[in-house]
């Protein structure tokens, strides 16, 4: 039996790009899992879309222009849903110039906030293209390419994010509870599509739209009750549990308390 090709490989050399892509991941979900990890150093940059890595049993979200970043021997779990429609770019990687990532490695995995995502693309699409070349100094431009992703990441890195109340994360997470207006709050995951606490978390929101994230995925789900009502022959009570609520008693006093009638009167006028 033929051995499995694996592009695993821990290099002594000052730098070695040992994998690299561009993956679109749209019409199914994708779930790695590597409990030993790699050998080598691994990144998982998100461009559009999102990513989650799961670490001691907590999910944690990564949004566009931001990074996964896997030392070697660390346990891998990292994983996509077709819904956000992700753009990924990954690459593995050895090498003894990597060394200048240790001050990232606290526990293994590392975020990172590219603060210049135009410039990280542009050169992480350079190197995916001298890697693939396979022509004469190819493997010097995509180690080249490598050596400038790692330094911005750095760069980066020593400049902490401090997102304020008009940060793109907030409007981020506002669109992804009307996409996802059915399911319960999760102020964790919040918290980290903005990089910041819980408790900073809330008060940027609630500075930003005026509410907390609760009231605010209220408002949303009583909209939409307001339009399947309106435009359609939905029943009151399969209407309250398709929104998000699983008791239809309090569905109505909710919705008469916010829009005015309750949805049985509400519905009877349309």
């Not at 222009?65 to 753009?87: A, C, D, E, W």
């Not at 994010?161 to 994360?169: A, I, Q, R």
């Not at 605010?216 to 399969?238: F, G, H, K, W, Y």
Request: aromatic fraction near 14%.
């Amino acid at each position: 039996m033929a051995e499995k090709y694996s592009s695993e490989y821990e290099s002594s050399e000052y730098l070695c790009v040992n994998s690299c892509g561009a993956q679109w991941l749209l019409d199914r979900d994708s779930d790695t899992l590597r409990e030993k990890g790699r050998v080598d150093y691994a990144i998982q940059y998100i461009s559009q879309g999102m990513g989650y890595y799961e670490e001691n049993g907590r999910e944690y979200a990564v949004g566009p222009g931001s990074l996964i970043l896997y030392f070697p021997r660390v346990r891998q779990h990292y994983y996509f849903r077709k819904g956000n429609k992700t753009l990924l770019l990954w690459t593995h990687f050895s090498g003894t110039a990597c060394e200048m990532l240790n001050p990232l490695n606290e526990s293994g995995v590392a975020v990172i906030r590219i603060h210049q995502p135009q410039e990280f693309e542009g050169a992480f699409h350079r190197l995916q293209n001298a890697h693939f070349a396979k022509e004469p100094y190819s493997d010097r431009i995509s180690e080249s390419q490598l050596l400038l992703l790692l330094s911005m990441i750095m760069q980066s890195a020593s400049r902490p994010f401090l997102p304020g109340p008009n940060h793109e994360g907030l409007d981020r997470v506002r669109a992804y509870m009307q996409q996802h207006f059915q399911e319960p709050i999760d102020l964790g995951l919040y918290a980290g599509m903005c990089y910041v606490s819980r408790n900073r978390f809330l008060h940027l929101f609630k500075a930003r739209f005026g509410v907390s994230p609760y009231h605010c995925q209220l408002q949303i789900r009583l909209d939409r009750a307001a339009e399947m009502l309106m435009n359609t022959p939905i029943s009151v009570s399969d209407c309250a549990e398709t929104v998000g609520f699983k008791d239809c008693s309090y569905f109505c006093r909710v919705f008469k308390k916010y829009k005015g009638k309750t949805p049985f009167a509400f519905k009877k006028e349309q």
